[in-house]
C-alpha cells in the first residue's frame, strides 16, 4: 500500500516534469524562452505579499469546489453541473443581499444569511441533476451540461432583466453593493481571511467525512461498486444524492464568497471556470482529500502567475491553461503507464 | 413592431441563417456521435474546435487558400482526437477528465498561438456562397436552402451518411457493438481499440472542421474563445438527438433557429427585451432536456474504459 502510495507520487512528480518540458517546448516554439516564462509566473504569484493575496482569491473557490467534488467523485458520479452549481450559489447570495440591502438587519447578520443562501442555491440546483439522475435515469453529464447552459441563462436574465442597473443594463453586472456587506478584507490586500477560512473548513469536514465517519464509507461503498452497495443495504439512491446535495452546497458557497467577497455584485462569468479546474485538482490528488489543498494552490498560482505575461513577453496569461491542461494528460499518461507497469510486477 | 418579424423577406432571412448557424453544431456533434456509439465521450470537443477554428483561420490567411484551411484544422483535430484516442483507450484514463484535460489545453493553446502569431483580429474573405443554376432561383426555398457556402452544405449532406454508416454498413455495427457490449464485440474477433481509435479520431477531425466553419466560412475572424460553449453544447445535442444522425439534426436545426430569430430581433431592434432574446436558446435547451427525459437509453458501454479479461 505505502509502496504504491509512493510510486503513484514518483510517476505524478514525473508527470510533472514531463508538462513543464512539453510546454517548455511549445514556448520554444512560439518564440518565447520558457525560462523567463516561467520566472515571470513564479514572480506573478509569489513575487509579493498583495500578488500571493491574489492567488488566495483565487484559491478560495477552487479549494471549495474541490472539497465539494471529492465527495461526488468519491460516490462515483461525474458532477460537471458545478459551474452550474457555483452559479446558483452567486445567484442565490445576491438574492439574498438584495432582500436586506435597504433593511435594518446588521449587515454581519445579511453577510452570513447571504452565504447560507448561496449554499442552498447551490445544493438545490446540484439536486436537480441528482434527481434527473436517479428518478429520470439522465446521465448526469448532461444534465450537468444542460443545467449549466441554464445557469448562463439564468444569470444573463437578471442581470439585464429584473436585476439590471439602474438605467442601463452590461455586462459589468449588477449594480455593486455597498460596502459594508463585503466581508472584511485585509488591510491592502484583496484577500478575506473570513474566506480562506470557510474553504480551509470545509475541505477539513470533507476530509473527516471520507477519511473518518460510517457515512463517508457508505459513499465510497456506493462509488466503488453500486450494486455490492445496493445489496449490503445502502439505500444507494440516497447516497448518491446527499454526495450531491454536499458538493453543491460547497460549489454554492464558493458562488457566495465571489459574490460577498472579490466582486461584491453579480457578473455574467462569475463561475469563471472554477469548476472545471476543480475537477481537473479533484483528479490530481485521487481523492486525497489534504492533498488537494498545496494542488489547488498550485493550480490557484498558476492562474494569477500568468496574468502579467501579455505585458511582460507578449505572451497570452492563457499559458496557465495550456499548463493545466497538459498537466493532466500527462498525470492521465503516466497513471496509465503505471498500472500496465504495476500488473507486469 | 412585431410585424416586421413576420415579413417575407425577414422570415426568409431568419431561416437561412437559422440553416447556416447549425453548421458547426452539426459537424461537432455527428462525430461526437459516432464516438460516444462506440462507448467514448469525448467531453474535449470544445478545445478541439478552438484549435481547428485557429489553425483553418491562420493558414486560411497566411496562405490564401480556404481549403488548405480547412485541412489544417482537419489535421489538428485528428491529432487531438488520436492523442484522445491515446489516453482512452491504451491508458484507459477516465474519459471526463482527459476531455476536460483536452478542452483546457485547446482553449489556452488556441489564445497562445493568436496571440503570438497574429495580436489583433483580422477577417479573411471565407468561403462564398454557391450558386446552383435552377435550385438558388425557387423564391424562398433557393435564399434558405440553396444559397450557402460548401461548409453548410457538407454539414447536411453529412447527417443521412451518418446515419448509413451507422445503420447499414458492417463498421456502423461493429461501432454500435463496441459501444454496446465491448466484451460480446471482442469475443467476436472485433478490435475494440482499432473501432475507438477511428470513431474518436473522426470525431476531432469533424471538430476540426466544426471549428472551420466558424472561422474560415460563417464568421470570417478569429477571436479568443469564440466556440464560447459551443462544443459543449454540441455534447449536449448528441444527448438531445437520442444518439441518431437525424435526432441530432433536429436538436442543432432548433437551436440554431431560436438563436437566429434571437439575432435577428436584436438586428431588426425590435423592442423584445433583450434580456429575452438572449435567454431564448438556453430556455429551449431546458424544455428539450425535460422533454427528452427518461424518453432514449444511452450505449451500454459509454464512458467505460474496455478491458480485456484474461
Known amino acids: ?345 | 413592431m412585431i410585424t416586421e418579424l413576420l415579413s417575407t423577406t425577414v422570415l426568409i432571412g431568419i431561416l437561412a441563417s437559422g440553416i447556416r448557424l447549425a453548421t458547426p453544431y452539426l459537424y461537432a456533434a455527428i462525430g461526437e456521435t459516432f464516438g460516444q456509439k462506440s462507448g467514448v465521450l469525448n467531453l474535449g470537443v470544445e478545445g478541439q474546435m478552438l484549435l481547428g477554428c485557429f489553425a483553418a483561420f491562420y493558414v486560411a490567411l497566411t496562405t490564401g487558400n480556404l481549403w488548405l484551411g480547412l485541412l489544417a484544422a482537419m489535421i489538428v483535430g485528428a491529432a487531438m482526437g488520436l492523442a484522445m484516442a491515446f489516453v482512452t483507450v491504451n491508458l484507459r484514463a477516465q474519459q471526463g477528465i482527459s476531455g476536460i484535460g483536452f478542452y483546457l489545453f485547446g482553449l489556452g493553446m488556441s489564445d497562445l498561438l493568436f496571440q503570438r502569431l497574429m495580436g489583433t483580429v483580422e477577417t479573411v474573405k471565407g468561403f462564398q456562397r454557391i450558386y446552383i443554376p435552377g435550385l438558388s432561383d425557387i423564391p424562398g426555398i433557393g435564399e434558405i436552402f440553396f444559397n450557402q457556402n460548401i461548409l453548410v452544405y457538407g454539414a447536411y449532406l453529412l447527417v443521412p451518411l451518418a446515419w448509413f454508416v451507422l445503420n447499414k454498413t458492417t463498421l456502423g455495427l461493429k461501432i454500435r457493438a463496441v459501444g454496446e457490449n465491448p466484451d460480446a464485440a471482442d469475443s467476436l474477433g472485433v478490435s475494440v481499440a482499432r473501432v475507438r481509435y477511428f470513431t474518436i479520431i473522426l470525431g476531432g477531425t469533424l471538430s476540426g472542421i466544426a471549428g472551420a466553419s466558424l472561422s474560415i466560412a460563417l464568421l470570417n475572424v478569429f477571436q479568443q474563445n469564440m466556440t464560447s460553449g459551443l462544443g459543449f453544447i454540441a455534447v449536449a445535442l448528441v444527448y438531445f438527438g437520442a444518439w441518431k444522425p437525424v435526432g441530432v439534426l433536429g436538436g442543432a436545426l432548433l437551436f440554431s433557429m431560436v438563436n437566429s430569430l434571437q439575432l435577428w430581433i436584436q438586428v431588426l431592434g425590435i423592442p423584445v427585451p433583450s434580456d429575452i432574446a438572449v435567454m431564448m436558446p438556453y430556455v429551449l435547451t431546458i424544455l428539450v432536456l425535460v422533454a427528452t427525459v427518461s424518453r432514449v437509453r444511452a450505449p451500454s458501454a459509454l464512458t467505460k474504459p474496455f478491458e480485456r479479461d484474461d
Not at chain 1, 440546483?125 to 451540461?145: D, S
Not at chain 1, 441554464?150 to 432583466?161: E, Q, R
Request: contains cysteine.
Open chain 1, 1 to 345: 500500500m505505502l509502496k504504491s502510495r509512493l510510486s503513484g507520487f514518483i510517476f505524478q512528480l514525473i508527470a510533472f516534469f514531463l508538462a513543464l518540458g512539453f510546454v517548455s517546448l511549445i514556448l520554444v516554439a512560439v518564440g518565447a524562452s520558457p525560462f523567463d516564462a516561467f520566472k515571470n509566473m513564479l514572480n506573478g504569484s509569489i513575487g509579493s505579499m498583495r500578488k500571493f493575496a491574489e492567488v488566495l482569491v483565487s484559491f478560495v473557490p477552487l479549494l471549495l469546489v474541490t472539497a465539494g467534488l471529492l465527495i461526488t467523485f468519491s460516490a462515483g458520479l461525474w458532477n460537471i453541473g458545478v459551474e452550474g452549481q457555483i452559479v446558483l450559489g452567486a445567484i442565490g447570495t445576491t438574492w439574498v443581499l438584495r432582500l436586506f440591502v435597504d433593511s435594518s438587519v446588521h449587515p454581519a447578520i445579511v453577510i452570513i444569511l447571504s452565504i447560507f443562501g448561496g449554499m442552498a442555491a447551490g445544493a438545490l440546483w446540484a439536486a436537480f441533476a441528482g434527481a434527473l439522475k436517479t428518478f429520470g435515469g439522465v446521465n448526469e453529464i448532461f444534465g450537468g451540461l444542460g443545467l449549466n447552459f441554464v445557469s448562463t441563462a439564468l444569470t444573463l436574465y437578471l442581470i439585464f432583466g429584473p436585476w439590471k442597473r439602474e438605467g442601463v443594463a452590461s455586462m459589468s453586472g449588477t449594480e455593486p453593493f455597498p460596502d459594508v456587506f463585503a466581508l472584511p478584507q485585509v488591510p491592502d490586500l484583496r484577500i478575506s481571511l473570513w474566506s480562506l477560512a470557510i474553504a480551509g473548513v470545509a475541505i477539513l469536514i470533507v476530509y473527516f467525512i471520507l477519511q473518518g465517519t460510517y457515512f463517508g464509507l457508505k459513499i465510497k461503498a456506493v462509488g466503488k461498486n453500486i450494486r455490492a452497495a445496493y445489496l449490503l443495504g445502502i439505500p444507494t439512491w440516497q447516497y448518491s444524492l446527499y454526495s450531491f446535495l454536499i458538493c453543491g452546497a460547497l460549489a454554492g458557497a464558493a458562488g457566495a464568497l465571489q459574490v460577498t467577497a472579490v466582486y461584491h455584485r453579480l457578473i455574467p462569468a462569475i463561475s469563471s471556470g472554477y469548476g472545471y479546474l476543480g475537477l481537473m485538482v479533484a483528479m490530481l490528488v485521487n481523492y486525497q482529500a489534504i492533498w488537494a489543498i498545496p494542488v489547488a494552490l498550485f493550480f490557484a498560482a498558476l492562474n494569477i502567475g500568468s496574468i502579467q505575461l501579455p505585458i511582460l513577453m507578449h505572451l497570452d496569461s492563457s499559458l496557465s491553461g495550456v499548463l493545466q491542461g497538459v498537466l493532466v494528460l500527462f498525470v492521465l499518461l503516466t497513471e496509465g503507464v503505471r498500472q500496465k507497469f504495476v500488473k507486469k510486477v
